[in-house]
């Protein structure tokens, strides 16, 4: 499963496993995906969430398996399909699909972002829609179905908490995080911590947009201290975003936090070739405000 884009940097690139369940065709960005396995029986267990079909073993290392039939109100179709088994939010989890079909390269600037009627916030399970010879590809968010069946596995809010009667700060903090509910937490979060200065953005594309706006006024060190980007997000990743702010010459100095869910081993070393200055797994945010204190601190701002 191991691809060249991987080891690309900055492209706003990535590659999506098709899969299909029923007549319906769903996408996953093939860097959540550790490898496909045949479907195998599973040892169900005792008062789980309708949604979790059970665990198995394969090599020693026990998974959860996740219908996604029953995650989308699907019947099940036992004893067939297969098993994509993914790794993001430091969490391995076996996701039971029926087919899969492919995996095409795409531009993050083709992924269309679902509309309010289709994606509401709490409740819509797309992050993006993909056309591809006529067939319309579903991206799935794979972070929302385990948050809902598992809500711990989400932003550790408690983690923030003690952090309320801190001084207010006022500098500016730009963040680029495509998801309205995680935005909403972020943000929560961060005003618990004094942070109320935020410039809060949908994708990659509309911060940078605004930082190329600030730094044509000869004001972007001012209007923007720190810059908090998730990686998957429409119209422009997180990399390509990093990417862009290092190489500019009236940028670069300003700290870059990656905020992700794909913050594994391979994608640490991506970013870091980037010029990343911190690169945290999305339920830390305690974490988060740590590495702002401590990247203001060092600019001296």
Not at 225 to 249: A, F, Q, S
Request: net charge negative.
């Amino acid at each position: 499963m191991e691809t060249n884009i991987l080891l690309e940097n900055g492209t706003n690139e990535l590659e999506v496993l098709e899969f299909t369940l029923g007549d319906n065709h769903y996408g996953i960005n093939v860097a959540k995906i550790r490898e496909i396995l045949s479907y195998q029986p599973v040892t169900p267990v005792p008062n789980a969430h309708p949604s979790v079909e059970g665990i198995f073993m394969p090599r020693d290392t026990m998974l959860t398996v996740i219908s996604l039939r029953r995650c989308l109100g699907m019947q099940d179709e036992e004893g067939k399909g297969l098993f994509i088994i993914t790794n993001f939010n430091k969490l391995n989890i076996a996701f039971h699909v029926d087919q899969v079909i492919g995996i095409h390269r795409v531009s993050w600037s083709e992924i269309i972002k679902p509309d309010a009627t289709i994606n509401v916030q709490d409740k819509g399970v797309s992050t993006g829609v993909i056309k591809l010879d006529g067939q319309l590809i579903v991206i799935l968010d794979f972070e929302k179905i385990i948050s809902d069946i598992s809500p711990e596995t989400g932003l550790k809010v408690s983690d923030v908490e003690h952090l309320e009667n801190r001084n207010r700060n006022d500098s500016p903090i730009m963040i680029a995080e495509d998801s309205p509910l995680l935005s909403k937490l972020i943000t929560d979060c961060l005003k618990k911590a004094g942070y109320t200065n935020l410039n809060v953005n949908t994708n990659g594309q509309e911060a940078w947009d605004k930082l190329c706006a600030y730094e044509k006024a000869g004001n972007v060190k001012d209007k923007v201290h720190c810059i908090i980007t998730d990686i998957e997000m429409p119209l422009m990743d997180g990399h390509r975003l990093t990417k862009l702010v290092k190489e500019n010459d009236n940028m670069h100095d300003i700290p870059v936090i990656i905020f992700s869910s794909l913050v594994n081993d391979e994608m640490r070393r991506k970013g870091e070739s980037l010029g990343a200055d911190a690169q945290l797994t999305k339920p830390e945010i305690g974490s988060l405000v740590q590495a702002i204190d401590r990247l203001i601190d060092q600019t001296g701002k």
